[in-house]
């Protein structure tokens, strides 16, 4: 008989990482990983490029299969949302009516792609799904004009891998510049520019005022009074957490299930949030905090598990966010608080691009790093955040990088 | 001994597992994995798997 069970809520990245690292912690007790599901725990980031594209099979992207959850003496149980929770009690309710009683109780639901404000006509699209991408792929065989409505990254990795499979791709948002969010308007033209050159139409700072008609016959009509024809159209307009099922759980849930520095519900032990669904006590950005980066989620898995499994030696989560996207063939890398209006551009930001965007925080030390394409600033990025070195003397570190490797080519030719 | 191993061809040059464990990993100026440290004592499995598990295309894991 174990001596504790824990429960994890949600099987997607953050759920099946923390049972994971709890076999690698030696927890012993009994894991239940439940997924509102029915398929296999998979990997999201690919739905929106190579399951998109057609290049992957799910198969490929499974988290964790059958035997593995078997080899983990894990008890996966799929196809049940949870619908409410008792932590009076200590048991989670599943749609079906079954109680799963925990000691310790990990929520990882995630969230959900926010709803089209235009309906869901045949042939209006969100991606956040295995089922979501695959309807879109069905449509993409008859879609020679696609519209996108929403510039970020889910937008813009659609745009991208539609393209690349021949259809005319048009981009709307109402921002200007859609990526000045997270990387500062400047560096944001860059991204509009990449767009642009692979053909996509941009309509940037133009907002979408009506969806009519179906797969085949799209009619969307601009605020700038203009209107789009579209065979399929995407709605990447953000994300929503799923916290809705605890609302009447005594959690507390803002945005999220609000969590202290080791992503333990606040005012509850045993309770304890990774992933999308999670809001915790960010120490590095002095309040509170929740982001839907796949990194994060895997760095909170660790966190939680050995605060599950070694509770006398807590660890706290505080992390140098991390966010990439693949676009075409740039790979563009975001570490930490980037966006601010003073920075730095180091390396070839034109033809072959290879470069690194830098910012600084008010004191002068470095915040925040956009790279792309360059691997080994990425790897310096990372290790310099986070140990909290100068802005100025990071510049001077990356700028040395590009002649020592302009050197060596120099050298070899 | 249980041991690192790497599909090159996989990996991507994320850097996760740097952060995660830089004495077992570095990513080269191509942006390929490389291995600093091969084998794995029990006392570190725990860590290196951690670091392993955060790679986003799954080309690392670690052998019996």
């Known amino acids: ?413 | 001994m249980a041991v690192v191993k790497a599909n090159l061809g996989a990996c991507q040059g994320y850097a996760n597992c740097v952060v995660a464990a830089d004495d077992y990993f570095d990513i080269d100026d191509d942006g390929v994995v490389e291995l600093l440290s091969v084998e794995v004592p029990e006392s570190e499995r725990g860590r290196v798997d951690s670091a392993a598990r955060s790679c986003p295309v799954s080309a690392l894991w670690i052998e019996d």
Request: hydrophobic share 40%; proline share 4%; aromatic share 6%.
């Open chain 1, 1 to 413: 008989m174990p001596e504790s069970t824990t429960v994890i809520v949600g099987a997607s990245i953050g759920g099946v990482r923390t049972a994971q690292a709890l076999r690698s912690e030696g927890y012993p007790g009994a894991i239940v990983l439940l997924g509102a599901e029915g398929e296999l725990p998979y990997d999201k980031p690919p739905l929106s490029k190579s399951i998109l594209a057609g290049g992957s099979t799910m198969a490929e992207i499974t988290l964790l299969t059958t035997e593995q959850a078997r080899e983990l003496d894990l008890e996966l149980r799929l196809g049940q949302p949870a619908v409410g929770l008792s932590t009076a009690n200590r048991y989670v309710e599943l749609a079906d009516g079954t109680r799963v009683a925990f000691d310790n109780l990990v929520l990882a639901t995630g969230a959900r792609a926010r709803p089209s404000p235009w309906g869901t006509p045949n042939g209006l699209h969100v991606i956040r799904t295995a089922a979501d991408a695959r309807a879109l792929r069905r449509h993409f065989g008859t879609t020679d004009h696609l519209v996108i409505i929403g510039g970020g990254f889910i937008g813009a990795e659609t745009a991208a891998t539609a393209v690349e499979l021949g259809m005319r791709v048009t981009l709307v948002d109402p921002e200007p510049v859609p990526m000045a969010r997270v990387m500062g308007a400047e560096i944001g033209e860059l991204f509009i520019d990449l767009h642009r050159r692979r053909g996509v139409d941009t309509r940037f700072g133009v907002g979408v005022e009506s969806v009519h008609g179906e797969h085949g016959s799209f009619a969307i009509g601009l605020s700038d009074g203009s209107t789009l024809a579209a065979d399929t159209v995407v709605v990447g307009i953000g994300a929503i957490p799923n916290d809705d099922w605890l609302e009447s759980s005594g959690l507390e849930v803002s945005n999220g299930v609000v969590c202290d520095v080791y992503c333990r519900a606040i005012g509850h032990d045993n309770i304890y949030a990774v992933g999308d669904v999670c809001r915790f006590d960010n120490t590095r950005r002095g309040g509170s905090t929740r982001f839907e980066h796949w990194t994060n989620a895997v760095e909170q898995a660790v966190v939680v598990a050995r605060n599950i499994a070694r509770p006398d030696e807590k660890m706290r989560h505080e992390p140098v966010e991390y966010v990439w996207s693949d676009q075409y063939d740039w790979k563009i890398q975001t570490v930490g608080l980037a966006g601010s209006s003073t920075h730095t551009v180091i390396g070839e930001v034109t033809n072959k691009a290879k470069f690194a965007v830098c910012y600084p925080d008010e004191k002068g030390r470095l915040t925040g790093v956009v790279v792309v394409n360059w691997p080994k600033a990425l790897v310096t990025a990372r290790k310099a955040i986070a140990l909290g070195v100068e802005y100025v003397e990071f510049a001077e570190r990356l700028e040395a990088m590009t002649v020592s490797a302009r050197t060596t080519v120099k050298e070899t030719t």
